[in-house]
């Protein structure tokens, strides 16, 4: 069983910083490309930003410049920096990550989902 638990979420001001973490556990064999996704009341779920097992990152153009993720590869952890936060970057903000879990003795391929942050921004 693999599970993704995001934190960090909470209420912040506009132009101020968050910094969302999101740890995976379980029988984990490896994890390839992580990613954050939000979704905001009354709207489809969102391309935030992902980074591959090697480092690279990709962001979507409104977060470039202001988002910024990275990982932990021995802590199986994905954090998203979020700066010059505007009120349009309130929503629920998910882990996603595409792995390869052991079960006995053999391994299968997920793409697993955490529950999910809120973040709130405003004055």
């Known amino acids: 069983q693999v599970q993704l638990v995001e934190s960090g979420g909470g209420l912040v001001q506009p132009g101020g910083s968050l910094r969302l973490s999101c740890a995976a556990s379980?029988?984990?064999?490896?994890?390839?490309?992580m990613g954050w996704y939000r979704q905001a009341p009354g709207k489809e779920r969102e391309l935030v930003a992902t980074?591959?097992?090697?480092?690279?990152?990709n962001y979507t153009d409104s977060t470039k410049g202001r988002f910024t993720i990275s990982r932990d590869n021995a802590k199986n952890t994905v954090y998203l920096q979020m700066n010059s936060l505007k009120p349009e970057d309130a929503a629920v903000y998910y882990c996603?990550?595409?792995?390869?879990?052991?079960?006995?003795?053999?391994?299968?391929?997920?793409?697993?989902w955490g529950k999910g942050t809120l973040v709130t921004v405003s004055s």
């Open positions: 379980g029988s984990i064999f490896s994890i390839g490309t």
């Open positions: 980074i591959t097992s090697d480092g690279n990152a």
């Open positions: 996603n990550a595409d792995l390869v879990a052991r079960r006995y003795l053999s391994y299968y391929s997920e793409n697993s």
